[in-house]
């Protein structure tokens, strides 16, 4: 059996802010880069296709986002083409809400199938699908769980007379305990010789594990998240079980150029004619690049961002981002920040905080719904957002 192996989709994902042709567009690419990897794969003679996660990038989905995705599945169904499928920490289920789940949804139309396991009491039960003689194991997105949860698992293998299963699970290696919701080595360790293959996602760069006959492989997202995310990475994994290889294929986001800059100047206007000098080199696409300028300081000087974004735009990009970093100014998530992106990272951090408890995509997942109520300029709808925070939260 060959396979594609993609994850973190993100449809329906908007960037942060008000609504318009960088809205717009930027709504568009998520399905488009989704329809080129569908195209491809059909060109590949895939006989399944696994989604690890984030399918969708909310849980909420208005209806052009379902309408779309529809469409898109509909391509595979009407090739024969099997769809497994859990969620992410974005579309993720809480146990006994699944009839919310718009993958439940495309489920029971036919476009895919979603295993999965439930936790009653100690005991875990999961509930494979089998394809072509493989057993496909849904975890989902166990979050803080997921040692435990692949240790029940790998507990439930050893029963098993065979190594013909292949595990979705939505997390990475991360090697930090920054992170929660990602895996141990010592963990994934432990189903070697159990599977044929464990489908991760959760990272938005591909990665594989261990480095000699990898059998645990993340193949990024299709198209960047977040713009800080690095340029590398991008794409999906089709899979041999005969041969047990793996070949990543780039999937065709939306180019991006990062640019680096470190500047040893004492004053902007300096400053400013090297680094026009520096844009000068990249050739832009115009209204379709999106530029990201990194910008390090040896030296303290106030920069007018607003001059530099605006030069890179009569240049042609589409959006600039610049993250400017001061002398003395630590970089601790900058590697994570081009994997995760902003919000992952955010919801990374809230998941430490003391007092959350249980209630952390509920904030989560309100705060996300605050900024963009507040980029809006809804005063309604933001303090109506307040008050459920609040009632959902504070009353408990």
Same mark, same amino acid.
């Given at each position: 059996?060959?396979?594609?192996?993609?994850? +973190?989709?993100?449809?329906?994902?908007?960037?942060?802010?008000?609504?318009?042709?960088?809205?717009?567009?930027? #709504?568009?690419?998520?399905?488009?880069?989704?329809?080129?990897?569908?195209?491809?794969?059909?060109?590949?003679?895939?006989?399944?296709?696994?989604?690890?996660?984030?399918?969708?990038?909310? &849980?909420?989905?208005?209806?052009?986002? @379902?309408?779309?995705?529809?469409?898109?599945?509909?391509? @595979?169904?009407?090739?024969?083409?099997?769809?497994?499928?859990?969620?992410?920490?974005?579309?993720?289920?809480?146990?006994?809400?699944?009839?919310?789940?718009?993958? /439940?949804?495309?489920? &029971?139309?036919?476009?895919?199938?979603?295993?999965?396991?439930?936790?009653?009491?100690?005991?875990?039960?999961?509930?494979?699908?089998?394809?072509?003689?493989?057993?496909?194991?849904?975890?989902?997105?166990?979050?803080? #769980?997921?040692?435990?949860?692949?240790?029940?698992?790998?507990?439930?293998?050893?029963?098993?007379?065979?190594?013909?299963?292949?595990?979705?699970?939505?997390?990475? @290696?991360?090697?930090?305990?920054?992170?929660?919701?990602?895996?141990?080595?010592?963990?994934? +360790?432990?189903?070697?010789?159990?599977?044929?293959?464990?489908?991760?996602?959760?990272?938005?760069?591909?990665?594989?594990?261990p480095k000699e006959s990898p059998f645990f492989f993340v193949p990024g997202s299709l198209e960047y998240w977040d713009i800080a995310e690095s340029v590398e990475g991008k794409g999906f994994i089709i899979f041999d079980t005969d041969t047990k290889t793996g070949v990543f294929y780039n999937s065709s986001p939306r180019k991006k150029i990062d640019i680096s800059i470190t500047s040893d100047h004492s004053d902007f206007e300096s400053f400013k004619e090297s680094f026009i000098e520096e844009i000068d080199k990249y050739s832009i696409n115009r209204n379709e690049d999106i530029v990201y300028v990194k910008i390090k300081l040896l030296k303290s000087f106030n920069i007018d961002s607003s001059q530099i974004e605006n030069?890179?735009?009569? &240049?042609?990009? @589409?959006?600039?981002?610049?993250?400017?970093?001061?002398?003395?100014?630590?970089?601790?998530?900058?590697?994570? /920040?081009?994997?995760?992106?902003? +919000?992952?990272?955010?919801?990374?951090?809230?998941?430490?905080?003391? #007092?959350?408890?249980?209630?952390?995509?509920?904030? #989560?997942?309100?705060?996300?719904?605050?900024?963009?109520?507040?980029?809006?300029?809804?005063?309604?709808?933001?303090?109506?957002?307040?008050?459920?925070?609040?009632?959902?939260?504070?009353?408990?």
């Open positions: 059996m060959k396979f594609a192996h993609c994850s +973190d989709i993100h449809l329906g994902r908007r960037p942060i802010g008000p609504r318009g042709d960088y809205s717009n567009i930027r #709504f568009e690419d998520y399905f488009t880069v989704f329809r080129n990897t569908i195209e491809e794969c059909l060109k590949l003679n895939i006989d399944a296709m696994i989604i690890a996660g984030d399918l969708f990038d909310r &849980k909420e989905l208005i209806p052009e986002v @379902l309408e779309k995705s529809e469409e898109l599945f509909s391509i @595979l169904k009407d090739n024969g083409i099997p769809v497994i499928t859990i969620e992410g920490n974005h579309d993720n289920i809480s146990f006994g809400k699944e009839y919310d789940s718009w993958i /439940l949804y495309l489920e &029971k139309k036919g476009y895919l199938s979603r295993p999965y396991y439930i936790r009653d009491n100690e005991d875990y039960l999961f509930y494979p699908i089998n394809i072509k003689g493989y057993n496909f194991y849904g975890l989902g997105y166990p979050g803080c #769980f997921v040692n435990e949860t692949i240790k029940a698992l790998s507990e439930r293998l050893d029963a098993e007379d065979t190594a013909d299963n292949i595990v979705i699970v939505h997390t990475a @290696l991360s090697g930090s305990e920054m992170f929660p919701g990602t895996v141990d080595k010592e963990t994934i +360790d432990l189903l070697k010789n159990k599977v044929t293959y464990i489908a991760g996602g959760h990272f938005h760069s591909y990665s594989q594990y030069y890179i735009l009569s &240049k042609g990009a @589409l959006k600039v981002a610049v993250k400017i970093r001061y002398p003395g100014e630590a970089s601790v998530l900058d590697g994570k /920040l081009r994997i995760l992106g902003t +919000d992952e990272v955010e919801m990374e951090l809230i998941s430490q905080w003391e #007092f959350v408890g249980e209630n952390k995509e509920v904030i #989560f997942n309100s705060l996300s719904r605050l900024k963009r109520y507040q980029s809006e300029n809804n005063e309604t709808l933001f303090f109506e957002e307040m008050e459920k925070l609040i009632d959902n939260v504070g009353g408990k």
